[in-house]
T-cell receptor
Framework: AQSVTQLDSHVSVSEGTPVLLRCNYSSSYSPSLFWYVQHPNKGLQLLLKYTSAATLVKGINGFEAEFKKSETSFHLTKPSAHMSDAAEYFC???????????FGAGTRLFVKA | DGGITQSPKYLFRKEGQNVTLSCEQNLNHDAMYWYRQDPGQGLRLIYYSQIVNDFQKGDIAEGYSVSREKKESFPLTVTSAQKNPTAFYLCASNDREWGTEAFFGQGTRLTVV
C-alpha cells in the first residue's frame, strides 16, 4: 500500500541552528512529493515540490529537500531556523494524476529563542 | 488574484443541526477536496471531486455530504449523523495533472455547542 511516514511528530531546535524534518514514502510508481507548512488555524502553504527534475529542490523561506530514491526519502532541511518557522509541516505524496494524494501525519516544529 | 476561499472562518452549530461549509475556487481547477483535521493529527480525506457532477467518498465520509454543481464550488454539509463534528475543515483544489500541487483554503473551524 502507498504510504508516507513522517518520522518525528515533534522537533525542537534553537533559533539559528539547522532544521531537519524527516519523511519516507512507499512507492510503486514515480511519485511527486511536496512539503507544506501550516501555521495555527491557517490553511496549508506549499514550501516546495519534487516532480522528477533535480533531486535537490529549493523552496521558499530558505527550505530545501533532497529526493533520494534509494532510501525512499524526502527530508526537509533549513540551515538556520528562525522563530517564524515554528509551525506544522506536512510531507505529501501524490500518484497518478495528482488526485490520489497521501498526507503524512505532520511534524510540529518548535523554535527556541 | 486566483485562490480558494472558505467561509465562514468560524462556525458554531447546535447538536442535531446540519450545517454547510462553503468552498469556492477561481483557479479553474478540475479537482476539489475536503479534509478534516483534528488536534495533533494529520489531514483525513472526507470527499473529493474530479469533475463537475461527480464526487467520491474519501476515508471518513460517514455523516458528510457534498455536491459539485459548478466547477468552482464544492460545498460540504456536516449532517446530524456525524457523531463528532467539531474539527478544522480544509478545502483544496488542483489540476488533474501529475505533479501539480494542491492549493488550500484558510479553513473553517466548526464547533458543536
Amino acid at each position: 500500500a502507498q504510504s508516507v511516514t513522517q518520522l518525528d511528530s515533534h522537533v525542537s531546535v534553537s533559533e539559528g541552528t539547522p532544521v531537519l524534518l524527516r519523511c519516507n514514502y512507499s512507492s510503486s510508481y514515480s511519485p511527486s512529493l511536496f512539503w507544506y507548512v501550516q501555521h495555527p488555524n491557517k490553511g496549508l502553504q506549499l514550501l516546495l515540490k519534487y516532480t522528477s527534475a533535480a533531486t535537490l529542490v529549493k523552496g521558499i523561506n530558505g527550505f530545501e529537500a533532497e529526493f533520494k530514491k534509494s532510501e525512499t526519502s524526502f527530508h526537509l532541511t533549513k540551515p538556520s531556523a528562525h522563530m517564524s518557522d515554528a509551525a506544522e509541516y506536512f510531507c505529501v505524496v501524490s500518484y497518478t494524476g495528482g488526485f490520489k494524494t497521501i498526507f503524512g501525519a505532520g511534524t510540529r516544529l518548535f523554535v527556541k529563542a | 488574484d486566483g485562490g480558494i476561499t472558505q467561509s465562514p472562518k468560524y462556525l458554531f452549530r447546535k447538536e442535531g443541526q446540519n450545517v454547510t461549509l462553503s468552498c469556492e475556487q477561481n483557479l479553474n481547477h478540475d479537482a476539489m477536496y475536503w479534509y478534516r483535521q483534528d488536534p495533533g493529527q494529520g489531514l483525513r480525506l472526507i470527499y473529493y471531486s474530479q469533475i463537475v457532477n461527480d464526487f467520491q467518498k474519501g476515508d471518513i465520509a460517514e455523516g458528510y455530504s457534498v455536491s459539485r454543481e459548478k466547477k468552482e464550488s464544492f460545498p460540504l454539509t456536516v449532517t446530524s449523523a456525524q457523531k463528532n463534528p467539531t474539527a478544522f475543515y480544509l478545502c483544496a483544489s488542483n489540476d488533474r495533472e501529475w505533479g501539480t500541487e494542491a492549493f488550500f483554503g484558510q479553513g473553517t473551524r466548526l464547533t458543536v455547542v
